[in-house]
C-alpha cells in the first residue's frame, strides 16, 4: 500500500488531507512539527510527503524538506502553502520539493498531484510509443491514431492528449492541465479549458467510438481505454 | 477670537516687526531732514550777520556810530537788534541797550530771548570787538525760522502717530483675518476628526500661501474621502456579492434537510453545496490576489517576458470558445518582434485573457474580436477590441471599480473582479490602461512607454513604478 507522511500542524486540515488522501486509497500518517517529519522520514519509507510550507517550533517546511534532501530521501514531496507569491513556489521548487499547492485548495487538486507525483516516478521518460486501449501516439513523428485511424490535432490538442496520456487513468485537474499545456500559473475560473478538452474528445471520439475521456465532476479529467 | 491670540499669530507680528522697521528708518530720515532744514536756516541767518559785520569792521568809530543811529531809526521795533558798546561792555549807540549776555568768545554766533510784543521772542546773534577795542553786537530776530521747525517737528510728530495707528490697525486685521482662517481650520479638521468627511478647510479664495496649503489639504482630504467611499463601495458589494451565494447555499442545504429522502438527493444537494461553496472561495480568492498584485509582491517574480508571445497564447487559449459562440477572434500585430520587457507572465496572461474573455462574452454571435499587439514610437501593446454593446458613458468611470458589473451584464458569469485585476496588474508592469469606446463596441489598450529608459532601468522592476493611469477617450459615443 501507498504510504503517504502529512507534515500539517493545524489538526483539522491535517485531518481533512488524511481522509481525503484515505478515501483515494492511501495509507496516511501525520506529523505536527518539523522535527516530528524528520524523525519520521528518516525512521520510514514514504512514497510521498505532503508538507506545509509553514511549521512551528523553529524546523519550518523548508528547513525539512532541505534536511531529506541532504540525506538522500528523495521522495516525492508536495509543498503546501498559504503563500502564493510567485518566489515563493520557485523557492520551495528549489529546495526539493515536486510541486507546490496554494491553500486553499481541493481535496481533488492535491491527490490528483500526489497520484502524479507519485507516476512520474515509474514511467520511464524515454519511451517513443504511448499506447492507451486502441488509442496510441508516436511521440517521435507526433502521430495519433485510434483503432487504426489517423486523427488530426492541433499542436495545443496534441499536448493535452499527450500529458493525458502519459498519467492514463489518472484524474487531472484543469489547473493541472493549464500548468502543464500552457506553462502559466493561476486560477483558471472560466471553461476554456473544457472546451478544449470537448474539441479534443470529439475528434478522439469521432466515427461513434465510446469515449475515452471522462470528465470527473468538479475539477478534472480522466484518459481511460473505452471499454 | 480672543484678543490675547492676536500676538501670537505670524501676520500679527510680522505686521508689527515691519512697522517696527518703517518707524526707525522714518525716524533716521525725518531727523536728518530737520537737521539739514534747521542748518541751513541758520547758516543763511549767520550769513547775514557775518556779512553786515563785515561792513562795521572796515568802518571807523564815527561810522559805525552813525550807522547804529541810521538802523535804529529803521527798526524802531527792534527786530533786529544792533548795538555798539565800549570795550567793558556799557552802551553807547544803536537799538540794543544791554548786551544780552556777556560773549565768551567774539565771532561766536548764539542764541538768547528778548521780550517783544509783550512776549519772548527768540534772536540769534554775534559779537565782535572792533580795532578801537569797543563791542559791536549785531543779531536777528529768528521767530518764523523757530515756527517753521515747530511746524516740522508736530508733522513728523502727528505722521508718525497716523503711521503707527494705521499700522497697528492692519496688523490687528491681517492677524484677526489670520486667526479666524486658523480657527476656520481648526474648526474644519476637528469635525473632519469626527467622522465628517465631506467637511473641507475655508479658503479666502486668495492666492496666500495659507489658501495654497488649504487647497493642498483640501485635495487631499477628496482623494482621502474617494478612497473612502470606495472602501465602503467595495465592502458593500463584497457584502451583496457574498451574501447572495450564501443565501443560496443555506436555502439549498435547507431545503435538503427538509425534503431530500434518498441519498441520491442528497448527494445532488451536497454537489451544489460545494459549487456554491466554491464559488464563494474563488471570489475570496480574486480579491486576495488582487490585493496581492496591488501589493507590488509580485514583482519578486519579474522576468523578461515576450508580449506578443503572450498575447498570441491567449489568442489561441480563448479561440475554440469565441469559435463555439460564433465570434470571430483575430490576432495581428505590426511588429515582427516586440521588445522584451520584464514581467510576470502567467499575470500578463491573466490580465489579456481577462479582457479577451470579457470581449467574447459580450460580443453578439457573429461578432469580431481582435487582438492586436503594437509598438511603435518606442511605447509597446497590446490593444482588445470587439464590436459588443460597449460600455455607457456614465458607467466608464465604475468599469474599474472591484466588483462593479453593468446591470444588464448581471445574468452573466463572472465575479466582476476581471478589470479590478487588469487594472492592477497594469499598475504593476508599468502599463497604462486605457478605454477607448468607439460605438459600437470599444477598445481596451494596456501599453507601456519604453522610450528613454532601458530595459534594465525598468521603473517596475527598480522600484515603484508610475501610477496606474486610466484614460477614457471617448470617440463618437
Known sequence: MTRVLVVEDDAQTAAEIAAALADHGFEVECAVSGQDALDRAIADRYSAIVLDRMLPGGVDGLTVLGSLRGLGIDAPVLILSALSAVDERVRGLRAGGDDYLTKPFESLELTARIEVLLRRRTIPERQTMLRVGDLEVDLLKREVRRGGRDIELLPREYRLLEYLLRHPGQVITRTMLFEEVWSYRYDQRTNVIDVHMGKLRRKLDDGGLPSMIQTVRGSGYILRAAD | ?477
Open chain 2, 1 to 477: 477670537m480672543r484678543l490675547t491670540d492676536l500676538p501670537l499669530t505670524t501676520s500679527f507680528r510680522l505686521s508689527v516687526l515691519f512697522l517696527g522697521l518703517f518707524g526707525v528708518s522714518s525716524f533716521v530720515f525725518f531727523g536728518f531732514l530737520f537737521w539739514k532744514t534747521t542748518t541751513y536756516l541758520n547758516n543763511s541767518v549767520d550769513d547775514r550777520l557775518q556779512r553786515n559785520l563785515g561792513v562795521y569792521a572796515l568802518a571807523n568809530l564815527a561810522e559805525v556810530e552813525q550807522r547804529m543811529r541810521t538802523h535804529a531809526q529803521r527798526d524802531p521795533d527792534g527786530w533786529w537788534p544792533f548795538g555798539l558798546f565800549d570795550p567793558a561792555g556799557h552802551y553807547l549807540s544803536g537799538n540794543l541797550t544791554v548786551l544780552p549776555q556777556r560773549p565768551a568768545r567774539f565771532r561766536q554766533y548764539f542764541e538768547f530771548k528778548l521780550r517783544r510784543a509783550g512776549r519772548a521772542a527768540p534772536f540769534r546773534g554775534v559779537a565782535d570787538r572792533l580795532p578801537t577795542g569797543n563791542i559791536i553786537f549785531l543779531s536777528e530776530n529768528v521767530t518764523e525760522i523757530r515756527a517753521f521747525q515747530d511746524l516740522l517737528l508736530k508733522a513728523m510728530a502727528w505722521g508718525g502717530i497716523l503711521v503707527l495707528a494705521i499700522g497697528l490697525a492692519g496688523a490687528v486685521i491681517t492677524g484677526r483675518g489670520a486667526v479666524r482662517q486658523i480657527k476656520g481650520i481648526t474648526d474644519a479638521i476637528e469635525r473632519i476628526v469626527t467622522g465628517d468627511l465631506a467637511k473641507r478647510l475655508p479658503t479666502d479664495r486668495g492666492a496666500g500661501d495659507l489658501d495654497r496649503l488649504v487647497h493642498v489639504v483640501n485635495g487631499m482630504l477628496d482623494d482621502i474621502e474617494r478612497l473612502m467611499r470606495e472602501v465602503k463601495g467595495v465592502t458593500d458589494d463584497i457584502a451583496h456579492d457574498l451574501r447572495t451565494p450564501l443565501t443560496r447555499l443555506l436555502g439549498g442545504l435547507e431545503r435538503a434537510r427538509r425534503r431530500t429522502t434518498s441519498t441520491h438527493e442528497y448527494a445532488a444537494a451536497v454537489d451544489e453545496a460545494i459549487a456554491e461553496t466554491k464559488a464563494v472561495l474563488g471570489t475570496f480568492s480574486a480579491l486576495l490576489r488582487i490585493a496581492e498584485v496591488e501589493d507590488g509582491a509580485r514583482r519578486a517574480g519579474f522576468t523578461k517576458i515576450d508580449l506578443g508571445r503572450i498575447a498570441a497564447d491567449v489568442v489561441e487559449f480563448h479561440a475554440p470558445v469565441a469559435e463555439e459562440r460564433g465570434v470571430l477572434l483575430s490576432f495581428d500585430t505590426d511588429a515582427h518582434a516586440l521588445p522584451q520587457m520584464s514581467g510576470d507572465p502567467s499575470l500578463l496572461f491573466e490580465a489579456i485573457s481577462n479582457l479577451v474573455d470579457n470581449a467574447i462574452k459580450f460580443s453578439p454571435t457573429g461578432g469580431c474580436v481582435g487582438v492586436r499587439t503594437f509598438c511603435y514610437n518606442g511605447s509597446i501593446g497590446v490593444a482588445v477590441s470587439d464590436n459588443g454593446p460597449g460600455i455607457p458613458h456614465q458607467e466608464r468611470e465604475a468599469v474599474l471599480r472591484r466588483f462593479h458589473r453593468l446591470e444588464k451584464s448581471r445574468h452573466t458569469p463572472g465575479s466582476g473582479l476581471g478589470l479590478s485585476l487588469v487594472a492592477a496588474v497594469a499598475k504593476l508592469h508599468g502599463l497604462t490602461l486605457s478605454f477607448d469606446f468607439a460605438y459600437p463596441g470599444s477598445c481596451v489598450t494596456l501599453e507601456r512607454d519604453l522610450s528613454g529608459q532601458s530595459l534594465t532601468a525598468d521603473p517596475a522592476i527598480a522600484g515603484e513604478g508610475p501610477e496606474p493611469q486610466v484614460h477614457a477617450i471617448s470617440s463618437g459615443a
